[in-house]
């Protein structure tokens, strides 16, 4: 267990345990450590909300863990669903009242994909990003970031279904909450547990250097992608202020690094401004860069959001784009954000929220 993060609440959120710290509590309490696995799958693989569910459990320890711990500790606040009704939002409230946003999109195909967030804001800055307009409040504990997951799965279950991928793309960077992070994948993982295949994962980063090398050598198969939107440092630094600590260069030999050592395909995501990164001479730039290196370019019009000025690009451009991308034989897909008509964009939907607080506060002094 890595838990740097201080709550206001005295009790034990269970799902920050794994096995052995789960089969370790047991014994700390006098019970016998097979209690720490019939607990761990109560909690992870049949996914239960109270402790009267755990039934194979004697009632003297449910009585323990109903007194000293808690399964979860999030609240819904707020939820949204998109026209087509194949994507849902859900804003959070943590018992110290930070707000975090989940979504959860259907594909036709039967996919069931989780977007999740890793952090209470992001510290990175990234202009055009909801989230990082917002600022930082702190990191997301494992279970934190693994509860907004089981939130979905215990519903998607409730209905016969299963969810099927995680996206570690809502709110935070993930790699700047390393340990919490890989915990949490860990869990999701679990065969024993969640069950979500480690190649059903991805986990985006704006392009932590130090941190993707670190990533790579690790004994995880999460998929990668990384946030570029930019082809040289000086329009990188203009859109991610981390591109200045972590330059394009760099950026790109950790990209390279991860593809060597792990023999596994890099996703390279940008969001495709008006004007700014969408013209044939930035797609010849992002060509050279990338020409070479095994990848996948992801190409997302830009979501536009209240703190910054620029607007999506046009399909035509969009198209152009792509096909110049193609002469460097970079592969590409163009992903419209789902769930736009409901701020699916990560940070969007605080951001409304605690407007409307703030409009119904005025209105009541
Ligand atoms: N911090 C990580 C993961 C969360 S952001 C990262 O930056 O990669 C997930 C993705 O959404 C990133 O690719 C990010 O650049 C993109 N994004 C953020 N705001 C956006 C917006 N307004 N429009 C389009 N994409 C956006
Ligand atoms: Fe943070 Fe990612 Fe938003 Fe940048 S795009 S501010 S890294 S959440």
């Given at each position: 267990?890595?838990?740097?993060?201080?709550?206001?609440?005295?009790?034990?959120?269970?799902?920050?345990?794994?096995?052995?710290?789960?089969?370790?509590?047991?014994?700390?309490?006098?019970?016998?450590?097979?209690?720490?696995?019939?607990?761990?799958?109560?909690?992870?693989?049949?996914?239960?909300?109270?402790?009267?569910?755990?039934?194979?459990?004697?009632?003297?320890?449910?009585?323990?863990?109903?007194?000293?711990?808690?399964?979860?500790?999030?609240?819904?606040?707020?939820?949204?669903?998109?026209?087509?009704?194949?994507?849902?939002?859900?804003?959070?409230?943590?018992?110290?009242?930070?707000?975090?946003?989940?979504?959860?999109?259907?594909?036709?195909?039967?996919?069931?994909?989780?977007?999740?967030?890793?952090?209470?804001?992001?510290?990175?800055g990234c202009v055009f990003c909801a989230?990082g307009q917002?600022?930082?409040?702190?990191?997301?504990?494992?279970?934190?970031?693994?509860?907004?997951?089981?939130?979905?799965?215990?519903?998607?279950?409730?209905?016969?279904?299963?969810?099927?991928?995680?996206?570690?793309?809502?709110?935070?960077?993930?790699?700047?909450?390393?340990?919490?992070?890989?915990?949490?994948?860990?869990?999701?993982?679990?065969?024993?547990?969640?069950?979500?295949?480690?190649?059903?994962?991805?986990?985006?980063?704006v392009g932590?250097?130090?941190?993707?090398?670190?990533?790579?050598?690790?004994?995880?198969?999460?998929?990668?992608?990384?946030s570029l939107h930019a082809a040289t440092d000086e329009e990188r630094n203009a859109l991610l202020p981390v591109n200045k600590?972590?330059?394009l260069?760099?950026?790109?030999?950790?990209?390279?690094?991860?593809?060597?050592?792990?023999?596994?395909?890099?996703?390279f995501e940008w969001a495709l401004i008006r004007g700014e990164n969408d013209t044939l001479e930035q797609a010849q730039k992002l060509g050279s860069l990338l020409?070479?290196?095994?990848?996948?370019v992801n190409l997302i019009p830009l979501n536009p959001t209240g703190g910054f000025g620029g607007a999506p690009s046009d399909p035509l451009a969009v198209s152009a784009f792509q096909d110049e991308l193609a002469n460097y034989?970079v592969?590409s897909t163009v992903r419209v954000r789902?769930?736009i008509?409901?701020q699916?964009g990560c940070?969007q939907?605080?951001?409304?929220?605690?407007?409307?607080?703030?409009?119904?506060?005025?209105?009541?002094?």
């Open positions: 267990m890595t838990d740097s993060v201080t709550l206001p609440t005295k009790k034990i959120n269970l799902y920050d345990y794994d096995l052995a710290s789960l089969t370790s509590l047991m014994k700390a309490w006098g019970f016998p450590g097979y209690r720490g696995k019939q607990i761990y799958e109560w909690l992870f693989k049949h996914k239960v909300a109270t402790f009267v569910q755990m039934a194979n459990l004697p009632k003297q320890l449910r009585e323990r863990l109903d007194a000293e711990t808690v399964i979860g500790h999030m609240q819904q606040e707020a939820e949204q669903h998109s026209n087509d009704g194949q994507t849902v939002k859900r804003l959070f409230r943590l018992p110290d009242g930070q707000l975090i946003e989940s979504v959860l999109m259907e594909y036709d195909d039967g996919r069931r994909t989780a977007c999740i967030s890793t952090q209470a804001g992001c510290a990175m989230t917002m600022g930082f409040a702190r990191h997301l504990t494992s279970g934190e970031i693994v509860e907004q997951a089981i939130y979905f799965a215990r519903q998607l279950e409730a209905e016969n279904d299963r969810l099927s991928n995680i996206v570690l793309m809502g709110m935070g960077e993930p790699l700047h909450n390393y340990d919490h992070t890989l915990q949490a994948i860990r869990t999701l993982n679990d065969p024993d547990g969640m069950n979500i295949g480690q190649r059903n994962m991805t986990l985006s980063t932590l250097v130090p941190q993707i090398k670190r990533f790579a050598d690790e004994d995880i198969h999460t998929k990668l992608a990384i600590r972590y330059p260069r760099d950026v790109i030999d950790a990209a390279k690094y991860y593809v060597s050592k792990t023999g596994r395909r890099i996703s020409h070479g290196l095994l990848c996948h034989e592969t789902r769930g008509d409901i699916a940070g939907l605080k951001t409304n929220v605690l407007k409307q607080e703030r409009a119904r506060r005025k209105t009541e002094n």
